[in-house]
């Protein structure tokens, strides 16, 4: 059984900066695009970062361009996400998630999905 645990969310101050983390078990992931979601109230899930499989391959949400980071460790099965210069309006439950070996941006062509973590960022 596939499970994604994610770590590193919780709650800053404006232009602080954290890291989370999304660790998958049940298989191996290497091949396959892994990505960072969030999600607010009343909003759909939106994609903030996407790596595939080797980190030559990455997308930003241009909300977050130059702020966050996203990379992958296949020897742990983990993808990180780094934020830095954080606002506000970075302030949903982010998902970590796993697709396919296609490099996608839509939250549907994920299969994988892990519990979400709070990141709130006060001004």
């Known amino acids: 059984q596939v499970q994604l645990v994610e770590s590193g969310g919780g709650l800053v101050q404006a232009r602080d900066s954290l890291r989370l983390s999304c660790t998958a078990s049940?298989?191996?992931?290497?091949?396959?695009?892994m990505g960072w979601f969030r999600q607010t109230p009343g909003k759909e899930r939106e994609s903030v970062a996407i790596?595939?499989?080797?980190?030559?391959?990455?997308y930003y949400a241009d909300s977050v361009k130059g702020r966050f980071t996203i990379s992958r460790d296949n020897a742990k099965n983990t993808v990180y996400l780094q934020m830095n210069s954080l606002k506000p309006e970075d302030t949903a439950v982010y998902y970590c998630?796993?697709?396919?070996?296609?490099?996608?941006?839509?939250?549907?062509?994920?299969?994988?999905w892990g519990q979400g973590t709070q990141v709130t960022v006060s001004a």
């Open positions: 790596i595939g499989w080797s980190d030559t391959y990455t």
């Open positions: 049940g298989r191996t992931f290497g091949s396959y695009a």
């Open positions: 998630a796993i697709g396919g070996v296609v490099f996608t941006t839509t939250p549907k062509d994920y299969n994988y």
